[in-house]
């Protein structure tokens, strides 16, 4: 896979750049970060992260201490839809923990596991800030919240269709 | 089941007792939000919206809107709840240095969801709020700092910055003033550590969100090593009902130090979760029992315990949260909740109100804030980044039912060699609730010592922890 922004993710990447002043064009790593991941499939490989190191003119190094400080860069591969599920205190006062089981037994797989087909990864994560809607969990952009085992199902049946329809 | 039925009768007869003395309490952040199509720039300025930035912009100078803040009462709405005004009066001006105000949007303290509510619903009143405060300290370029996950909000965000850049509102030369401020808006990478100011603005920076020493402090050399001012988003909504209203009427609202209004999020074991706005002065029990906030306990049970102001501050039994250890009624705001230090109160916090039911297991619910802590520790000071895993570690011992008396013992101990002994609060946060937790359950966490098999099928329920004022007569 080429690693390089095409024009549309450059005119992104311009725009996250012009926010800060003069010489201060590392300030843009963590939104440049965020493009990257969802540019290049959802993870970011040494090759991106270097990508992005020579982008903002910076060392690589510069680039990997952050990408793996902060939890939501995925410095390995995911799939296609990634269930970020919350386990802290209030999810788990509201029954998260019943929530996780169900999707691990329904996916077949553990947390920070892919199914075989490359559609569905678990990763557990503390709070998201959705505390009074629990339990929750967080699929790309959005959150799906007030989660039950029906709902569980609905969702896994809604992107296996809508994979199959991409496909 | 004749008895039973009576007993709950006699519950709900309690509760409506307690519901008739609400009072609607002022709004000053919510009172539009359920208006339709509030979230817009047109309905927005139909219902008065803006009219603090001319008020702020055209009829007052910087100084003077601090002052008013100042006057207002109005204390950081983050959690710990430092005077806005006297922070604003602390920014350095030195000559030819651009100044920068930072939101943080940053909210991760677990139960805290109540700027997630202002962004998502009432975008153009922090758009506002920023504006003048902006105006207030002299910063061109205003950043709002938003956690990584909530990731669908900056889209909303930047509309309505676009919207306000439309109508003049920012941009170069507002309202003929001079005065230019640009708002941008970056995601962060999902670290709770950021929240905190200096890490926050380290991560602006583009670098790991690593505290930063105390002094210099922000306000001195911050962002860019430029003057910053790091404020919460409720704290910069609230200074358009300051500006609007005027301090002085802002700060006749609430109880003492306590003033304005204040943003509680509620959650777990009620029967209506959600973001409530309230003036601090109701009580506890009102706030948790009246059907215009958390409705009840979910499903007629009883309360056992209740973290009232996001999971860093001490847990509290049901007895010492509605009463103080005085027996005087406990209300929701600063001074009331941290009524008998830590020993029997709590904080008002960020305004995360979690509360537990009596089937919540205490020594469970502080693993997984312990977990939290130790996930979130940016790993610079060595009290904090071993202590969190070492509280983590031997709290999942106990709760499986591996733990010996001795053991918590340690767990006390290391929490005491963790608070204070850090640079930034992380340590303090992270050693507050298992601190609270041995405090006040130590008996619970001694029957999953004594007990380690039934510990793992059963509960340990409310014993003595019962409701002083709803259990049934």
Redesign the interface.
């Known amino acids: 896979m080429a690693y390089i922004f095409n024009d549309t993710q450059m005119t992104e990447f311009k725009r996250l750049v012009a ?1 800060y ?1 003069e010489g ?1 064009q ?6 440049v ?2 493009l990257a991941q969802e540019s290049f499939g959802g993870w970011l490989s040494t090759e991106a992260l270097d990508y992005v190191a020579s982008l ?1 003119s ?1 060392e690589p190094i ?1 680039v990997y ?2 990408a793996t ?5 995925n410095v390995k591969p995911v799939g296609k839809y990634v269930f970020e599920v919350c ?4 999810c ?3 029954g998260s923990d019943s929530i996780i089981d169900y999707i691990k037994h329904v996916l077949d797989i553990k947390p920070g596991e892919t199914t075989k087909d490359g559609l569905f990864t678990l990763k557990l ?10 339990p929750m969990m ?1 699929v ?3 959150y799906k919240e007030h989660l039950t085992k029906e709902k569980v199902d609905a969702i896994i049946a809604e992107y296996r269709a809508e994979a199959a329809t991409k496909n | 089941m004749p008895l039973l039925l009576n007993i709950e009768q006699k519950q709900q007869q309690k509760i409506k007792e307690v519901v008739k003395y609400i009072t609607m309490g002022v709004k000053l952040l919510l009172d539009k939000a359920n208006v339709p199509g509030i979230r817009s720039y047109e309905v927005y300025r139909r219902e008065g919206g803006y009219r603090s930035v001319e008020k702020a912009l055209k009829e007052m100078n910087p100084e003077a809107i601090v002052e008013e803040v100042k006057k207002s009462g109005l204390r950081g709405r983050g959690g710990a709840g430092f005077p806005t005004g006297m922070k604003w009066s602390f920014i350095a001006k030195p000559e030819g240095v651009p100044r920068h105000l930072v939101c943080n949007a940053d909210e991760s303290e677990p139960g805290t969801f109540k700027d997630r509510y202002l962004m998502e619903f009432l975008p153009h009143l922090l758009i506002e709020g920023l504006i003048i405060s902006s105006f207030a300290l002299g910063s061109n370029d205003t950043y709002i700092y938003i956690r990584g996950e909530y990731a669908w909000i900056p889209d909303i965000l930047e509309e309505a910055i676009n919207e306000a850049k439309a109508n003049g509102w920012l941009g170069k030369n507002i309202l003929g003033t001079g005065f230019d401020c640009n708002i941008h808006v970056q995601r962060g990478g999902g670290a709770y550590i950021c929240g905190e100011e200096t890490a926050l603005i380290e991560s602006l920076e583009g670098k790991r969100g690593n505290p930063r020493i105390k002094p210099p402090f922000p306000a001195i050399q911050g962002l860019w090593m430029r003057p910053t001012v790091v404020n919460n988003v409720e704290t910069l909504a609230a200074i358009v009902p300051i500006i609007n209203i005027g301090g002085e009427a802002y700060a006749k609202i609430g109880v003492g130090k306590s003033t304005g209004t204040k943003l509680i999020s509620a959650c777990g074991n009620i029967n209506k979760p959600g973001v409530y706005e309230i003036d601090m002065t109701i009580s506890v029990e009102e706030f948790i029992y009246s059907d215009e906030y958390c409705g009840g306990i979910k499903g007629g049970k009883k309360l056992k315990a209740c973290i009232p102001g996001g999971s860093s501050v001490p847990i509290l039994p049901a007895n010492l949260l509605l009463k103080t250890a005085k027996g005087e009624t406990r209300y929701m705001n600063y001074e009331s909740l941290s009524d008998g230090g830590f020993a029997t109160g709590s904080m008002l916090g960020s305004g995360g109100f979690i509360v537990l039911d009596e089937d919540q297991c205490i020594v469970k619910n502080t693993l997984t804030l312990a977990r939290f802590y130790r996930h979130e520790s940016c790993g610079q000071c060595s009290p904090c980044r071993e202590g969190t895993g070492w509280m983590e570690k031997i709290l999942q011992k106990i709760e499986q039912g591996k733990g010996t008396i001795a053991d918590i013992d340690l767990l006390w101990d290391i929490q005491r060699k963790i608070e204070g002994n850090t640079i930034c609060p992380l340590g303090d946060a992270a050693s507050w609730p298992v601190a609270a937790a041995i405090r006040h359950f130590r008996d619970e966490f001694e029957w999953h010592v004594n007990n380690p098999e039934l510990s793992q099928t059963s509960n340990f329920g409310l014993q003595h922890y019962a409701d002083p004022i709803h259990v049934p007569a």
């Not at chain 1, 590392?26 to 939104?31: E, R």
């Not at chain 1, 386990?87 to 209030?90: D, F, I, S, V």
């Open positions: 926010r002043p201060k590392k300030s843009a790593l963590l939104p970060l965020h903002l910076i510069e201490e952050v400080f902060y939890t939501m860069f386990q802290t205190g209030p788990m006062i509201s994560v503390e709070c998201l800030g959705a505390c009074g809607y629990a967080q790309g952009k959005f």
